[in-house]
């Protein structure tokens, strides 16, 4: 079913503007998908998880598309206010999963991630980089921002869709025996990355940005030699790097 939308005051487009950001995202538990190539593939590999495409007014459909999803057109500056990554391709609004609270006496199975990135971006390249190195959970720790944040989504190109997200305590809330068992952590204090040898089952912790760790942390911590003068790498590159380090002991 296709219908045009002419009015900023129509409930939908309201609601699309409200998944623009994370109390958005979080009141209606749905999200949006911004890109052309991504929109096709999740049309194609999970279309379950698509609710609804919104298209702009001169956009010749070529879209495979279940007939469970509506389709909206919208006049060029309704739509225009919607594409804030100017894509000028159809976006696609998906529902989010359900994200349960994380069973930390659960052991990790391979690696794991507990991220506590406020940076929707971030959070995003982070989860881009979990999926293409095999880390199948993201532990959301409080303070991290949604993964379902539109430059979330954005960053990680579709990986959101393919990642499987828990809810964690705050990052000042790791120190008890059964977490820092399991548990490694990135800080400038740590032994040499390059030569540590990873346990196969365990899980990594990124510093919050700017902040690093907590003081308090007990957790066994590894560091990547940098040049000096420099004080530190930005957080999603450093997990990348630590996530592939893994990778090289542990094949996928």
Same mark, same amino acid.
């Not at 196969?200 to 919050?208: P, Y």
């Not at 942390?217 to 592939?244: D, H, R």
């Given at each position: 079913?296709?219908?045009? $939308? ?92 359900? $994200? ?153």
């Amino acid at each position: 079913m296709k219908m045009q $939308i002419n009015s900023r005051g129509n409930a939908r487009f309201k609601r699309w503007l409200q998944l623009l950001n994370s109390r958005g995202v979080h009141k209606h538990q749905q999200f949006l998908m911004f890109g052309e190539r991504v929109v096709r593939e999740i049309l194609h590999t999970q279309p379950d998880r698509c609710l609804e495409l919104i298209y702009p007014v001169l956009w010749a459909n070529d879209l495979s598309v279940p007939e469970t999803v509506t389709h909206h057109c919208l006049e060029g500056p309704l739509f225009k206010e919607l594409d804030v990554f100017g894509t000028k391709t159809p976006i696609a609004v998906c529902r989010t999963p359900e $994200i349960v609270d994380w069973n930390q006496k659960e052991a990790p199975q391979g690696l794991e991630l507990l991220c506590p990135l406020g940076d929707p971006k971030n959070v995003g390249a982070v989860v881009r980089t979990c999926q293409a190195l095999g880390v199948q959970k993201v532990i959301l720790l409080k303070e991290a921002a949604s993964p379902f944040h539109p430059a979330s989504t954005r960053s990680a190109s579709g990986a959101v869709l393919n990642v499987e997200f828990v809810k964690g305590p705050s990052i000042h809330d790791l120190n008890h025996d059964q977490i820092l068992t399991t548990l490694v952590a990135m800080d400038v204090s740590g032994k040499n990355l390059t030569t540590y040898r990873w346990p196969k089952h365990v899980r990594l912790l990124i510093g919050e940005e700017g902040e690093g760790l907590p003081e308090s942390s007990a957790a066994e911590k590894v560091a990547i030699p940098m040049t000096k003068g420099t004080s530190s790498l930005n957080a999603a590159v450093a997990a990348g790097m630590a996530m592939y380090a893994y990778r090289v002991q542990h094949k996928l």
